[in-house]
């Protein structure tokens, strides 16, 4: 046999042989793909123990000063809301005067 064809058939074979690792490769994704409840939750949970792992998480100090800035806010909108409110009652009740 030349060289050639002997090429010819080696590379046929490697061919065939990565075809086959292919399927390979496909099936088993597959088969990951339908693995059992459990299987599914408990890798669930080990995703979700890495990703807390990786989350920076602030300290006390941060905490608390963002609590005091939100709770800030909430009660200066809930005065100016309240303010508001009770001035627009004060000039409907006038406004209610002036009609009769």
Same mark, same amino acid.
């Given at each position: 046999?030349?060289d050639?064809?002997?090429? @010819?058939? !080696?590379?046929?074979?490697?061919?065939? %042989?990565?075809?086959?690792?292919?399927?390979?490769?496909?099936k %088993?994704?597959?088969? *990951? +793909?339908?693995?059992?409840?459990? @299987?599914?939750? @408990?890798?669930? /949970?080990? *995703? $979700?123990?890495?990703? /807390?792992?990786?989350?920076?998480?602030? &300290?006390?100090? &941060?905490?608390?000063?963002? &609590?005091?800035?939100?709770?800030?806010?909430?009660? !200066? =909108?809930?005065?100016?809301? +309240? $303010?508001? *409110?009770?001035g $627009?009652?004060? !000039?409907? =009740?006038? !406004?209610?005067?002036?009609?009769?």
């Amino acid at each position: 046999m030349s060289d050639s064809k002997k090429n @010819a058939e !080696l590379s046929e074979k490697e061919e065939k %042989k990565a075809k086959k690792a292919d399927s390979k490769k496909s099936k %088993k994704s597959d088969k *990951d +793909g339908k693995k059992n409840i459990f @299987a599914r939750i @408990a890798n669930w /949970f080990k *995703d $979700l123990k890495r990703e /807390f792992k990786r989350v920076s998480w602030p &300290t006390k100090k &941060t905490v608390f000063n963002n &609590t005091v800035v939100v709770m800030s806010v909430v009660i !200066l =909108g809930s005065v100016i809301i +309240g $303010l508001l *409110d009770t001035g $627009l009652i004060n !000039l409907m =009740g006038y !406004l209610m005067k002036l009609s009769q």
